[in-house]
């Protein structure tokens, strides 16, 4: 991919944009992992069960968002793969921003097919 100049205000807005994909996303794997603790409080898990979700959660799920989202520094990518995934929507992005962000997300989806 090509370095793509941006302003400090788009940064802004991207970085914005890149820690709302990362919570949500954050989110929805907490939702399964919440799924795993009503299945132990039924008793139709082991807590040895669930403890061995929350290990490979922690090592797994949310080590790769972490990585992705907060290791990652560059918020441009973040956020045109959040859009290629479906994790934030076009409308949430200034419009400002969008025209940087169409390649980008173009190369994200053909390298994903």
């Given at each position: 991919m090509?370095?793509?100049k941006?302003t400090?205000?788009?940064n802004?807005?991207l970085r914005?944009l890149?820690?709302?994909?990362?919570?949500?996303?954050?989110s929805?794997?907490l939702?399964?992992?919440?799924?795993?603790?009503?299945?132990?409080?039924?008793?139709?898990?082991?807590?040895w069960?669930?403890n061995q979700?929350?290990?490979e959660f922690?090592?797994?799920k949310?080590r790769?968002?972490?990585?992705?989202y907060v290791?990652?520094?560059?918020p441009?990518?973040?956020v045109?793969?959040?859009?290629?995934?479906g994790?934030?929507?076009?409308?949430?992005v200034?419009e400002?921003c969008?025209?940087i962000?169409?390649?980008?997300?173009?190369?994200?989806?053909?390298s994903e097919e």
């Amino acid at each position: 991919m090509s370095i793509v100049k941006t302003t400090k205000a788009q940064n802004k807005y991207l970085r914005v944009l890149s820690a709302t994909a990362h919570e949500r996303e954050l989110s929805q794997a907490l939702g399964e992992l919440s799924a795993k603790f009503q299945e132990w409080q039924m008793g139709d898990l082991s807590p040895w069960d669930l403890n061995q979700e929350i290990h490979e959660f922690h090592d797994g799920k949310q080590r790769e968002l972490y990585k992705f989202y907060v290791m990652n520094h560059n918020p441009l990518f973040c956020v045109a793969s959040a859009l290629a995934n479906g994790i934030i929507d076009i409308d949430e992005v200034p419009e400002n921003c969008r025209t940087i962000l169409q390649s980008k997300i173009e190369v994200i989806k053909s390298s994903e097919e």
